[in-house]
């Protein structure tokens, strides 16, 4: 029994594959179907009964089928620069249609946008509307340099909730109701909690299954995670792995992977650490979708606090807590070109990090756009990466 | 100013000057006594620097500089603005100033803003976060609280305290200043053989650096000097947009493309100057109001999406020119994103445009030259 047959990884897949399904019924119902930002308060829309889907997982979905290129290459063709975020341009040849392959969702009829892990969301949304001729409803998170939100800024989130929320409801046709808000911030905290436990699993030095699995339930995380059956699935998936065997011996190196994985070429980057029998045990992304608080303040300051919402000193405090539960030795960086509020910190971040005693190298790709990557320069820096763990190793008394 | 220092040539001369050597306007302020403030694009709040007793100073990148500094912190490709202005500062081209200043409306502003205090923690970064729900009335308290907060930090700095009078004597400076650039752009296009786009740029670009005390009384007079003369049709009138076009060699071959510049959709020239502080009681209401009354900026959010779109088309449109040049910024993605749309509705109106992709480390503008020549001659 490994972790890849357990019944209940299947549920939660099957559970995250629903998602697109329930938005192709409820468009074929007549209902409007939202697209919507990841790190947009996804118990807004789940308040409401509003059906949404991610476009940023889609493009992460169909750059790992293989359909990164020619979607890339299709927003090229509508007038897209090449170096755009490759989310969004994949986002952009969605919606102009450009789709051959692969899984589809539903074509937005209004786009829920929140820009609180970058201005670019904002600005490929605007798109979005402006070519599509849909509503857009915002929820302006402002980068403010700060380590904590102030109180005003906290304010100005809160004047905005209670406007988005009026606009929401009337554009929903269905009333705001407190009760229905509050039952969609429990399922988001139980699944957030459930999701933080099988997190922590990958603590135990003995932990017998890859932190990269986790990428598979992100889809959840994203687009389900305010139902009431999530946090269920997700526990159960806890107690399915607590219970595996443990590994006969420990990983020879544990890594951190930080950065948006690189879709297109996932296979290739993680072949030579499993050859040299690397274990991954923490990223930056799959804790970033648990959302932690006690009621609305605390969900907008939350909010706040995304990986390129944070400054570089928050954002090496988490990345040092992080790595410390999680037993690292070194950290792969993935420059990834298309994300520029991520990629512009990535080299300090990556210093602090290497002064804190890691080994840390860093390598060139894109997290959809294949023509990003390239092998020789990787294994080279995968090489040096191993040859630093191996150096530590051995000074260690 | 004296009859000779009045002259056009003697007022292009000063603006010139002022644009072209922004570290000697630097030494003159720091002479002076003053302390002087970076103002790192956009919409940099200078009214409440010049009341506090302080020099805004533009910083907008450099001319003529390559990364080498600043490559620790940026990868190659991005944005020039941002790394040639850490770049700057890394080398010491900034040495006098207590403090730069920027908002963070951008995905390259935001690292800029780390990387500025990981690299410089002796010359402080004071950001200013602006909200995007520019015409709902709570984002008016919200950024009059950052301008509040930058206030504190700039007095802590040896700024003077923020008084009303003084607030409103700025705010009245520089609503001149901006009315004054807005009359000569216009003049500008009425008058290619006395100002050629570079000479055009310099007259705009001076009012980074220089203080607005000394520019306001020159430009006012360059304007007086130009109204006086016959105005003439160009021949071949254009639309410049983008983030900025200072380049003088690009400059120059507009001019021998034998192209003027109508009017500019320029983040570092018409945008900055398009909107003024309203009249109000209280005056740090109206800086803030002027912030919120900013649109149709490919930076900022506008609730109707077509907005921005139809308005650099009416532009085109309203200055009477035939064509427009997007000068893009390498790894821009705030034009790149919004390029398509753009360009959609250009070519609805029928419009003729141009894309010429631009860096501050560009130093051969050959092929430009030539699009530009064929631009021209397609639009001759
Ligand atoms: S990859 Fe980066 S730029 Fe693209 S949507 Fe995500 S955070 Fe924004
Ligand atoms: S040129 Fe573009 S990317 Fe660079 S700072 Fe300005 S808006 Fe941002």
Redesign the pocket.
Same mark, same amino acid.
């Given at each position: 029994m490994d972790s890849f047959s357990l019944s209940a990884r299947q549920s939660l897949l099957e559970f995250g594959a629903q998602a697109s399904r329930l938005a192709w019924d409820a468009k074929k119902r007549g209902e409007p179907v939202g697209w919507m930002s990841t790190k947009f308060p996804a118990e807004i829309p789940a308040a409401l009964g509003l059906v949404t889907c991610c476009p940023?997982s889609q493009a992460a979905a169909l750059a790992s089928a293989g359909q990164g290129g020619p979607l890339c290459q299709a927003a090229d063709g509508l007038g897209f620069c090449a170096d755009l975020?490759s989310?969004?341009r994949i986002g952009l040849a969605l919606a102009a249609g450009c789709q051959q392959e692969g899984p589809r969702i539903p074509l937005p009829d209004f786009l829920l946008c929140c820009n609180n892990? +970058?201005c /670019?969301?904002l600005q490929?949304y605007q798109n979005l509307a402006r070519t599509l001729h849909i509503p857009l409803f915002l929820l302006d998170i402002p980068y403010t340099a700060q380590d904590e939100p102030d109180g005003e800024l906290i304010e100005y989130l809160r004047r905005q909730f209670y406007s988005l929320t009026r606009q929401l409801a009337a554009f929903a046709g269905r009333p705001w109701r407190e009760e229905d808000f509050r039952r969609a911030c429990r399922g988001a905290l139980a699944s957030a909690r459930a999701w933080q436990e099988v997190g922590r699993l990958l603590e135990d030095p003995l932990c017998p299954w890859d932190g990269m699995e986790l990428f598979d339930y992100m889809p959840v995380l994203v687009s389900r995670r305010c139902e009431a059956e999530t946090a269920g699935l997700l526990e159960e998936l806890g107690r399915q792995l607590a219970a595996l065997p443990p590994s006969p011996a420990p990983a020879r190196a544990r890594l951190m992977l930080e950065g948006?994985p690189c879709w297109p070429h996932l296979r290739q980057i993680l072949e030579p650490l499993r050859r040299a029998g690397i274990q991954i045990t923490a990223d930056t992304i799959t804790p970033s979708l648990g959302f932690f608080y006690r009621d609305l303040e605390g969900m907008l300051r939350a909010y706040c606090g995304t990986i /390129?919402g944070s400054t570089l000193t928050k954002g090496l405090e988490s990345r040092r807590q992080l790595c410390r539960q999680r037993g690292v030795d070194g950290i792969l960086i993935h420059l990834?070109r298309? +994300?520029?509020?991520?990629s512009g910190v990535l080299p300090q971040l990556g210093r602090d990090l290497s002064g804190e005693g890691w080994a840390v190298v860093s390598f060139d790709g894109d997290?959809a756009d294949p023509g990003g990557f390239a092998q020789a320069p990787y294994a080279t820096r995968v090489q040096g990466l191993l040859e630093m763990l191996e150096e530590r190793k051995e000074a260690q008394p | 100013m004296t009859r000779e220092t009045r002259s056009l040539p003697a007022l292009l001369g000063w603006f010139e000057q002022a644009a072209s050597d922004p570290r000697a306007q630097l030494e003159a302020a720091l002479a002076r006594g003053e302390k002087a403030v970076g103002c790192l694009p956009y919409f940099a709040p200078e009214e409440l620097i010049h009341a506090m007793g302080m020099r805004p100073f533009g910083l907008w990148g450099a001319q003529g500089l390559s990364s080498s500094l600043s490559a620790r912190y940026f990868p190659p490709f991005y944005c020039s603005l941002a790394r040639l202005s850490l770049e700057l500062a890394l080398r010491g081209g900034l040495r006098g100033l207590c403090a730069v200043t920027g908002t963070l409306l951008c995905?390259t502003l935001r690292p800029l803003s780390q990387n500025w205090a990981a690299a410089l923690p002796e010359l402080p970064f004071l950001p200013l976060a602006c909200p995007q729900q520019r015409r709902e009335p709570f984002a008016l308290p919200y950024y009059r609280s950052q301008l509040e907060k930058l206030a504190r930090r700039l007095k802590a700095l040896g700024g003077r305290p923020l008084t009303l009078e003084a607030l409103e004597a700025s705010l009245r400076l520089y609503n001149s200043s901006r009315a004054a650039r807005r009359q000569f752009v216009a003049l500008a296009g009425q008058h290619p053989a006395q100002i050629s786009p570079l000479a055009r740029c310099q007259v705009l670009k001076a009012a980074l650096f220089a203080p607005a005390e000394e520019y306001l009384p020159r430009l006012t007079a360059l304007n007086q000097e130009l109204t006086a003369l016959p105005a003439r049709r160009p021949a071949l009138p254009v639309v410049v947009s983008g983030i900025l076009c200072d380049s003088p060699d690009l400059l120059r071959a507009f001019e021998s493309a034998g192209l003027t510049v109508a009017a500019d959709d320029l983040a570092m020239e018409s945008r900055s100057f398009r909107v003024d502080a309203p009249p109000d009681a209280d005056p740090l209401q109206s800086l803030a109001r002027r912030f919120c009354a900013q649109g149709a900026d490919p930076l900022l959010y506008d609730p109707d999406p077509g907005l921005r779109p139809r308005h650099v088309a009416e532009l085109v449109g309203r200055s009477g020119a035939r064509g427009l040049v997007l000068v893009l910024q390498q790894f821009c993605d705030v034009e790149e994103m919004e390029w398509p749309a753009l360009k959609a509705e250009l070519d609805r109106r029928g419009i003729p445009s141009l894309v010429i992709g631009a860096d501050q480390e560009t130093a051969d503008w050959g092929q430009a030259a030539t699009r530009l020549e064929a631009f021209a001659e397609e639009l001759g």
């Open positions: 940023e975020c989310y969004s892990i +970058c /670019n969301m490929w948006t /390129n990834n298309g +994300c520029r509020p991520w997290q | 995905d």
